[in-house]
């Protein structure tokens, strides 16, 4: 198979799963979710930003049965899609931009990170949220209720973990629909706790009210020193790439389950109840990380926010992307290119860190990292080496819209 | 009219308006709204809880074209309903318990009050969190997008100012359906940023996702000396009872609205854009109060949240309520009585207080507030007396379940 097809089939893929599952939204239209300061917890395909704090089309996973047809591929042209909305997402990045309070007087960190980090008193006070919404981020068929109330926890943990952060308090904001019933969300709030007490959180409050749609908002609290904030705008070239975790398993299982209706559940526990690298994170920080961010978006993405932000290049080499068990064999049984989901899935709740070379290799011990590569020199640029030395723009798509039809 | 109406009445309309327009809910199943350390944004009927945490059916409102006949009156027991899902809310709160934290260590304030307190080296950091849904909370016939963005921020402000906290920073947490335009969403957002402006916070981050129905969830921080909060649960006999802003505009205001289709801005302005007392509340806080709530379930209903909280009873003149203007004007002309809005309506945001007897005249005056009744040792009750002399409990709804129909 073509490198071509390594991120035009997950765009495609993400592009016709939205269509199918959001039953509000047309057919041509992709859903979208922007995101100022978290990552939402959804596989996204790759998408050239201007600002590195919008991911476009969360990757939708509709049941198989339910999979609507695939009746438009789009082209993909400079970063950006045909068929978006003529108000796309850039026209709401600037239109929001206004509003939004990136830094200044206590405030270390504002939107455009993992999280946001308030200065009370000399303590540092982080804060993210993320939303999770059925049949947009997970699917009653694939995950429990326990699942998603773990998750919906673990995926807000991951941010403050890019941060440097250790969580202390959660909150919750549910949407509940009449099919959901007490002891569902008995179950939801159980996976809540697991994974509260995993990452040593206390839930603290709420609001639960009726709705259309189930969805599940969480903000978590945490605490990090000011100074010891690992932003995504550090990574200084000649530093090295660490990731803590494993790519591509959440990808490649949804992607076994919407092509064959198999729950991997091996490979599908990364979709449903996400680690959060909260002591990796600290690690790393104190360690003296430059840039971190978790790996939500899938590992391009978010490599290239990083480089985005923090005006560096880098070159990561295929082979040292720490695939997870079974990811190659599903890319060989549905005959895609394994880092289709190594480095274009996501929901992978790595962590992706730069850090001063020298510091690397002693980091990488003590946090179960791996080297995958170095910042360089020159424009905002993420580039995937191949085992074949041919190397792939990871954040420009407009590469591969020469390439040939799949059969 | 027998004032056997004035609860009935609201629960009632509360109850088929419910039925209505959350199109997902069974005719004859309410929806629900229930608050672990929040007040929902919404228009609640009296109940009588266990927790004092609990609000059952917030007052949706659909608009008069859309409205259903009322099918169905359920009878009051005890403060249950029938009609109700066996699993009811009472269960629901049961089975949620042991997974919120009240207080311990760090945390000052947990689940039950308006918003959680922890903390920080001895600084108090406030967190609050309300949803507003659409055609739950607010309708698109009512409520411009600017207005549902500036009502996010101040019904969390709100919850703030009763715990004596300034606010600081929010985030957002947005489920945007695909009618939802960027120009929608960033009108929503200068809404959100005219209340954040109002009250001096900053937008520091959020998450805005794909999803079938309009939601924002809007997370507040505020500071407070952990020595200063003000708990639901302090209130003492002999305390007494300060209301800061006035009641039933935004409940006369919706009434007429779905009665009649009009719209009377200059009580509807309480529903769009509520205003959240943070000065009054740092003022009351200061000045000794035992005992805050903000007022959005309805006078009642908050009141005796603060008593049950508080183990004690409280006797309120109903002359002494502060009814906003027009109220009176609405209640005659729909021929309902008008402690129906001014008592039982609800998304006032003015804020009850019990404060010691004497520092009362002078925090009237700080804060141009009423004091409007007063802590009586007893069982938690609330006690409302009427202008002929003769009282209502406001808390217990059994009594009017004998009461003939309307005509």
């Not at 997402?89 to 993992?114: C, K, M, N, Q, W």
């Not at 006070?125 to 326990?146: I, K, T």
């Not at 941060?163 to 569902?184: F, I, K």
């Not at 961010?293 to 720490?322: K, R």
């Amino acid at each position: 198979m073509s490198r071509r097809w390594i991120f035009r089939s997950v765009f495609a893929a993400s592009f016709s799963a939205s269509c199918a599952a959001c039953f509000q939204l047309s057919a041509d239209t992709p859903s979208s979710s922007i995101e100022f300061n978290t990552a939402t917890a959804s596989l996204q395909f790759f998408a050239t930003t201007a600002s590195g704090c919008l991911s476009v089309s969360p990757l939708t996973l509709p049941p198989p049965a339910a999979r609507a047809p695939r009746r438009f591929r789009p082209r993909i042209v400079d970063g950006h899609t045909e068929g978006m909305p003529s108000e796309g997402e850039f026209d709401l990045i600037a239109r929001l931009a206004p509003f939004l309070a990136t830094s200044g007087e206590d405030l270390v960190v504002g939107h455009g990170d993992d999280a946001a980090v308030i200065d009370v008193d000399g303590r540092g006070v982080c804060l993210a949220v993320d939303v999770l919404v059925e049949d947009v981020h997970f699917l009653r068929a694939v995950s429990s209720m326990s699942d998603v109330g773990y998750k919906s926890v673990a995926v807000n943990c991951s941010d403050l973990a890019a941060m440097g952060a250790t969580p202390s308090v959660a909150l919750v904001g549910l949407c509940r629909p009449t099919d959901v019933s007490s002891a569902d969300i008995q179950q939801l709030y159980e996976g809540m706790s697991e994974a509260c007490e995993r990452w040593g959180l206390r839930l603290v409050g709420g609001d639960t009210v009726a709705a259309q749609a189930l969805a599940v908002s969480v903000t978590v609290m945490g605490d990090v020193a000011p100074e010891g904030v690992v932003r995504r705008s550090g990574a200084r070239p000649g530093d090295h790439l660490l990731v803590v975790g494993s790519l591509g398993a959440a990808a490649a299982g949804l992607a076994l389950y919407r092509a064959t209706g198999e729950f991997d559940d091996d490979l599908l526990i990364a979709h449903r109840r996400p680690v959060a690298r909260v002591a990796a994170g600290r690690t790393l920080a104190d360690g003296g990380a430059t840039a971190m961010i978790d790996v939500s978006d899938g590992f391009g993405a978010d490599l290239t926010h990083v480089c985005q932000a923090s005006g560096v290049g880098a070159v990561v080499e295929a082979t040292a992307l720490p695939a997870a068990d079974g990811v190659a064999a599903v890319a060989k049984r549905l005959e895609v290119d394994p880092y289709t989901y190594i480095a274009g899935g996501g929901d992978d709740y790595a962590l992706l860190a730069a850090v001063p070379a020298p510091a690397a290799p002693a980091l990488a011990t003590a946090t179960g990292g791996v080297v995958v590569g170095e910042v360089i020199a020159g424009p905002p640029s993420a580039t995937l080496r191949l085992p074949d030395g041919s190397t792939v723009d990871m954040a420009g798509m407009g590469w591969d819209h020469y390439g040939e039809e799949r059969a």
